[in-house]
């Protein structure tokens, strides 16, 4: 397989790719799983990070023509890596053999409107020198050495530079980031945005926010969602240890033109007529700072994440206001509008879930509420 322009690697695969398929579950469900070895000269075997079974049984060697098969099911929601576990196993996962299993959440996750990819980091080690039919094949005194070739994401040294992923503006989007190594940490990162939401190692209940360079070590994973605001911009990513960038592990996000976000209506109802996802509008309505019956519009709102939890406050009163949180979900960042003046807009997007209260901190009767549900 060619895994930098004009450079062919003699790879050990899973079905004839590096990396190997992604495989995509359900939390809970039951995986009836066979290995075929159709490599005449070795044992291989499989190691499923998603699975909890016996070592000995069922990832042991499966022999040159053999097979084995063994069930699991997954029990906990994430992206997980496998790989051949067959001694050496840094020379079988040197040479390729590995790949991704995400499990999804037995919660569905909101859809990403604006883009869904996975990016699997990963080292090559080839020989100084190419064979006599001109293809290098894993030198395994410098994997032992920690000494890679090219440092890449996909199988494929700066691929996404040539051929840049896309990305919409101002919409959700999610990236299945897995380091398999087999030796080096990967501290990723996308130059010009922040990520919005990580789940450690895919699953839901390990969430941090606003992450500007996510630590990975080999065999880790993590989950990002985040938004793109600059239609018909690039934003690059990386791993932010630049020796291993500069061997191949950069790429680009290419932002499209066109704008993914418009307005939803709330009325004071709380009824909502929406003309297209991603923003829910409450107004700071006229002579809110004189008369106390009157605050926010709608004073309760309640928005779904992917569809509508971008939030825009409007001062349409003559006087100035706030939009300051009072408590928000565990694990929610607090949020803070600063003194809005008559006219001023201030925007928020709500990615945890759960109930969000606000008030005004000039004027005491004007509160809110915000319940954040899940897609």
């Known amino acids: 397989m060619e895994i930098a322009p004009n450079v062919t690697y003699h790879a050990w695969t899973f079905n004839g790719t590096v990396p190997g398929p992604t495989i995509t579950v359900n939390q809970g469900d039951t995986i009836s799983f066979t290995l075929y070895n159709d490599d005449p000269n070795m044992a291989h075997s499989i190691d499923f990070h998603a699975a909890q079974v016996n070592w000995v049984t069922d990832y042991g060697p499966v022999a040159p023509g053999q097979s084995k098969t063994f069930n699991f099911t997954v029990e906990y929601p994430g992206i997980f890596m496998y790989h051949c576990g067959t001694p050496p196993v840094l020379l079988h996962i040197g040479n390729g053999m590995y790949g991704a299993i995400i499990v999804n959440p037995s919660t569905p996750m909101p859809a990403a409107l604006g883009g869904t990819y996975v990016l699997i980091q990963s080292e090559f080690y080839l020989n100084s020198q190419p064979g006599t039919d001109g293809v290098y094949a894993g030198n395994y005194s410098d994997m032992l050495n920690g000494n890679p070739t090219y440092v890449v994401f996909n199988g494929k040294a700066n691929q996404y530079v040539a051929s840049p992923l896309e990305v919409?503006?101002?919409?959700?989007?999610?990236?299945?980031?897995?380091?398999?190594?087999?030796?080096?940490?990967?501290?990723?990162?996308?130059?010009?945005?922040?990520?919005?939401?990580?789940?450690?190692?895919?699953?839901?209940?390990?969430?941090?926010?606003?992450?500007?360079?996510?630590?990975?070590?080999?065999?880790?994973?993590a989950m990002v969602q985040m938004y793109f605001q600059d239609p018909g911009g690039k934003n690059p990513f990386v791993t932010h240890d630049f020796a291993d960038a500069s061997i191949g592990a950069e790429g680009m996000f290419v932002v499209g033109t066109g704008s993914a976000t418009t307005t939803t209506t709330v009325t004071s109802s709380g009824s909502q007529t929406s003309t297209s996802p991603?923003?829910?509008?409450i107004t700071m309505v006229s002579n809110a700072?004189?008369?106390?019956?009157?605050?926010?519009?709608?004073?309760?709102?309640?928005?779904?994440?992917?569809?509508?939890?971008?939030?825009?406050?409007?001062?349409?009163?003559?006087?100035?206001?706030?939009?300051?949180?009072?408590?928000?979900?565990?694990?929610?960042?607090?949020?803070?509008?600063?003194?809005?003046?008559?006219g001023a807009t201030f925007t928020v997007t709500l990615t945890v879930p759960g109930t969000y209260a606000y008030h005004c901190t000039y004027h005491s009767w004007m509160i809110g509420e915000i319940e954040v549900v899940s897609g």
């Open 278 to 281: 991603q923003l829910t509008r």
């Open 289 to 342: 700072g004189i008369d106390t019956s009157l605050g926010f519009s709608p004073s309760v709102v309640k928005v779904m994440i992917g569809v509508n939890n971008t939030i825009e406050w409007v001062n349409e009163d003559s006087v100035p206001h706030t939009a300051t949180s009072t408590s928000v979900p565990s694990g929610a960042s607090p949020f803070d509008s600063g003194e809005l003046n008559p």
């Open 168 to 221: 919409a503006p101002n919409e959700l989007v999610r990236l299945y980031v897995l380091n398999v190594g087999p030796n080096e940490w990967s501290a990723f990162h996308v130059i010009g945005a922040l990520m919005d939401t990580v789940y450690i190692d895919g699953n839901p209940a390990n969430v941090e926010h606003g992450i500007q360079t996510l630590n990975i070590p080999p065999s880790g994973g």
